[in-house]
Each structure stands twice: as structure tokens, then as C-alpha cells.
């Protein structure tokens, strides 16, 4: 290692030795010629003003010339200091653009129960309330109720059924989906059925996305404005039932509206309709742009395993199931990934603990650029405008009562309409854009340099060739006069007494 340190050095050493050989060969000018030099340059330099001081023979004029450039350079340095300060900030833009099309791409909708597990299967196996709550925690983070009546009934069957398949235990058991719960279904005129729908499993249990983003090429889209999907549910409050102490006090359908490219979210985004009601819900499309880093949030280089299109709730999933898998060796069914699937007793001993790490520590965070899982550079969205009314009308009533053979007040109970449609047939683009490009800002500093001292970028060559042949020359004197001007090193008295002895001999 020294000798390589030492061979680096003495290699810096005779390279310098080189420069300064080459330059002391090189003549010194005269003051003479340096005095030309400078003289030359101030009247043929295209920086306006310089010429003015060197040739008009009156001082007062050279003073008020020499004020006027002066004064020139400092605006220009202001302003030029003033444009970089406000480049660096990386101010933006938003743009908001309406696009009309012939067609639209109708979004995909989620669809669940309100009421999760059936009725029949709860009253065998009560502590699916419980298990489900701890299983769903991955997608919606809540807390474990430890003095709730079912948890000694739950950690015993924990500790009992450890290989009790809690996925097809509710897929089983949950809410499902066919003639008898979608009672009508019709996209643009056209009949659906619930093979048109994909099961997904939430917070909710068993639910179905129409439109889904499974078949790319038989995605829908809509052509007139006021019509779309129409559907008819009858939730059957007395085959399906939830645990109102957790909360689950309703009655209805609970969906979301969303981009088929993107996973289902019901946190802050879930409508619901209740029974007896007929939601009409219209729809518009928002595409949003977001600037990538500094100038806005987004990273366009990060990019997902398991989805095809990057989304901030696809991004949190893949997170926490990299951190599970990691702590606990396995995968929970409900997250993206291709590990073991954890089991229950997992789930109570590692995965939940896991997931308040993660919430604690911050592991999995959003929104920042910094963040695990910034905003996307882009993102579609459906903002909604929903309005109820009651449903069936009294003539309604009677006729579905005796379509369907039910009675009035089951009618009432369980049956809910609801229609989605699109308000206009265009979409809005929001877009944020870069208040100042890179080549705006030479614009507009190079416009301040011609307004203030008539300089362009050959001025800038042109100083910058003036500055370095003083540099050259500057160099040429240290190397040339400064040696001569250091006096020699003096006689040592070993020399002195040799030098007498040579005399006198």
C-alpha cells in the first residue's frame, strides 16, 4: 500500500515537473505587451460600455462610463442570482385540460356485503368475527380487541385447528354472488351476469369487481353519457349477518369505483347504498401527471413485482408482505407475493405483531418522494356525485312482490338498486408541469445579460479567453522571476573552512 501511495506521488511530482518545464521555456511578455493586451480587449470586446472608459480622454466621462457598467454588472449578477434562486425552488405548474372522446373506458367497481358471512355458518362457528379481524388486519390496521368474549374462544382454536384454511373457509361461507343475490345486472343495454364478475377478497370478505382488470382486451367502454351499469342486489339479511360490535350495524351494499389496472381500496374511498334505496351514482375521469423529483413526488423508477401498473395502495401491499415474509417466513393470503401462506397461528403470533412494527417504525410510509411508496406519476380516478332514493315506489312494490314471490317488507329489507353511469363523455387532465425548464432559464438569463450589457455567449468566450491568458501569464512570472528574485542557500561552515584551505594552498 506505501508503495503504491509513494508511486502516486512521485507520478504527481513529475507531472507538475513537466508543466513547469513547458512553461519556463515559454518568454515572459513585457508590461508593454500586457498593457496592449488589456487595451485591445476593452475596445474590441463585445461587452457594451468598456470601450466608452478606455477611449474617451475625458475623466469625467471615463467616471461616469465606468458607474454605468459598474452599475450594469451588478444588476445583471442580481438578477441572474434571483432567476437561479427561484430555479432551485423547482416551481410548477398545474394544468387543467378536458378532453372530448367518442368512447370512454368504464371503470372497474367493487361490490360487497355489508353483511359479511353467512348466517348458518356464524351460528356453527362464531370466532370467525374474531379470525377474520385478525387476518383482514394486513389490508385495514386495527386493533385486537384481547377482552373480547371470542378471543379465549379464538386463541384456543388457534391453538387447536392449525391447519384451518380461513380463505376457503370464507369463500365458502361469505357473501357470494348469482341469481339468487344479483337479482339484475345490465351494462348499456346489455345483460351481465355474475360471471362477469371476479372475486376478490377485502376488509369485506367475498367480493366482486365488474370490469376487471384480469382480460386487458375485454376491459368496457361506454359510448353515450347517462346510461352504464345498472344492478339489482338483494343482500338477504336473514341468510347473510355481521358482529355489531365491531361495528358492522348496517345494512346494504358497500362499493368502490376505480381504475381496473388498480387493486380494490376501501379505506376513504368506499360508497355505500343502503336497502330500500336506489343510488344513482355519475362519474367523471380525472387523469392526473405528477412531476417526478424535485419538482414534484413521484419516482418513476420504481416499479412493482406482482402489479402491471404502479399504485400507491399496490405499493403498501408489496411493502408489508416483504417485511412479513421476511420476519415471519411466510405470506398472508390477502397480500401479493408467491411465499407459504401463513397460517393462522402465524397471523396471531407474528404477522399482527409485524403489522404494528411497520406502523410504529414507519416502514411502510406514502406520499414524499422518499417515502416507500411515493405518489405515481400518473393515476386515473372517478370522483363521484351519488343521490338515493327510495326504492321500490308503492307500484314498484307490489310488482316485484309478486315477481320475485317475496313479501313487501322482505322487499324492502334486502333489495338495493344501484346505477353508474358517466356525466359527460369526457375525461379531465390534471397535469403538473415544470414552472421553468432548464432551457427557459438560459432564455431568460441570457436576455437580462443583453438587456443590461449587451453581452451573448461569444462575450462570455471572450472574457473567459481574457481571464485565462492572465491566468497563463501570472504562472509564467511565479515560474520565472520568482526564482531569480529568492536568494541562493548560504555556505555552510564545513564549505567555508574548506574554501580557506584551498587559498591557502
Known amino acids: 500500500m506505501e508503495q503504491t501511495k509513494k508511486s502516486k506521488v512521485n507520478a504527481k511530482k513529475g507531472l507538475l515537473e513537466k508543466i513547469k518545464l513547458w512553461l519556463s521555456k515559454k518568454p515572459l511578455p513585457s508590461s508593454t505587451d500586457r498593457k496592449k ?31 454605468v457598467v459598474l452599475g450594469s454588472v451588478s444588476l445583471v449578477i442580481w438578477q441572474i442570482y434571483s432567476r437561479l434562486v427561484n430555479y432551485l425552488t423547482w416551481p410548477t405548474t398545474t394544468s387543467v385540460e378536458v378532453q372530448y372522446v367518442e368512447k370512454i373506458e368504464f371503470p372497474a367497481v367493487t361490490f360487497c356485503n355489508l353483511n359479511r358471512f353467512q348466517t348458518e355458518a356464524v351460528a356453527k362457528f362464531g370466532v370467525i368475527f374474531f379470525l ?49 343475490t344479483l337479482l339484475k345486472c345490465d351494462f348499456f ?56 360490535t365491531l361495528g358492522f350495524v348496517d345494512a346494504g351494499i358497500i362499493f368502490v369505483i376505480h381504475s381496473p389496472k388498480k387493486v380494490p381500496q376501501f379505506d376513504g ?27 414534484g413526488e413521484c419516482n418513476p423508477n420504481i416499479k412493482l413485482q406482482t402489479f402491471s ?35 393462522l397461528k402465524k397471523f396471531y403470533n407474528c404477522v399482527s405483531p409485524t403489522l404494528d412494527h411497520i406502523e410504529v417504525k414507519g416502514l411502510c410510509t406514502m406520499g414524499t418522494h422518499n417515502s416507500s411508496c411515493p405518489v405515481p406519476c400518473e393515476e386515473t380516478e372517478y370522483p363521484a356525485t351519488i343521490s338515493y332514493s327510495t326504492f ?7 310488482y316485484l312482490s309478486k315477481k320475485l314471490n317475496q313479501s313487501q317488507k322482505y322487499i324492502r329489507e334486502n333489495l338495493v338498486n344501484i346505477e353508474i ?63 531569480e528574485m529568492t536568494p541562493g542557500p548560504h555556505p555552510s561552515q564545513n564549505q567555508l573552512g574548506n574554501k580557506n584551505n584551498i587559498e591557502e594552498c
Not at 353515450?224 to 339489482?232: F, M
Not at 408489508?320 to 408467491?338: N, S, T, Y
Request: aromatic share 12%; hydrophobic share 35%.
Open 37 to 67: 493586451f488589456d487595451h485591445d480587449f476593452a475596445i474590441s470586446t463585445s461587452f457594451h460600455g468598456l470601450h466608452n472608459i478606455v477611449r474617451n480622454r475625458s475623466k469625467i466621462h471615463k467616471v461616469i462610463w465606468l458607474v
Open 189 to 244: 343495454g346489455k345483460p351481465c351476469g355474475s360471471q362477469d364478475f371476479a372475486h376478490v377478497f377485502t376488509e369485506y370478505g367475498n367480493c366482486f369487481t365488474f370490469n376487471h382488470g384480469e382480460n386487458i382486451g375485454a376491459r368496457e367502454k361506454v359510448g353515450v353519457s347517462g346510461r352504464g351499469l345498472s344492478l339489482l342486489f338483494n343482500v338477504n339479511q336473514e341468510e347473510f349477518t355481521d358482529d355489531p
Open 392 to 398: 321500490p315506489s308503492r307500484k314498484a312494490l307490489k
Open 421 to 483: 353511469n358517466y356525466s359527460d363523455l369526457n375525461y379531465k387532465i390534471t397535469q403538473q408541469q415544470k414552472a421553468v425548464s432548464v432551457s427557459e432559464l438560459l432564455a431568460d438569463v441570457g436576455g437580462q445579460l443583453g438587456l443590461f450589457c449587451g453581452a451573448s455567449m461569444i462575450t462570455i468566450i471572450e472574457i473567459i479567453e481574457y481571464i485565462f491568458t492572465n491566468f497563463y501569464w501570472i504562472c509564467l512570472l511565479f515560474l520565472l522571476k520568482i526564482p
Open 132 to 180: 377474520w379481524n385478525i387476518v383482514s388486519k394486513v389490508l385495514h390496521l386495527q386493533d385486537i380487541r384481547t377482552n373480547s368474549t371470542g378471543f379465549k374462544e379464538a386463541i384456543d382454536f388457534l391453538t387447536s385447528q392449525q391447519n384451518f384454511s380461513i380463505a376457503e373457509f370464507v369463500k365458502k361461507n361469505g357473501f357470494y354472488l348469482n341469481n339468487s
Open 269 to 295: 374511498l368506499g360508497l355505500s347504498s343502503p336497502v330500500g334505496m336506489h343510488a344513482r351514482v355519475t362519474i367523471r375521469q380525472v387523469k392526473t401527471v405528477h412531476q417526478e423529483y424535485p419538482w
Open 309 to 343: 401498473t404502479y399504485s400507491t395502495s399496490g405499493c403498501l401491499k408489496e411493502c408489508k408482505a416483504r417485511h412479513i415474509e421476511k420476519q415471519c417466513g411466510c405470506l398472508p393470503f390477502l397480500l401479493p407475493g408467491k411465499g407459504i401462506e401463513c397460517d
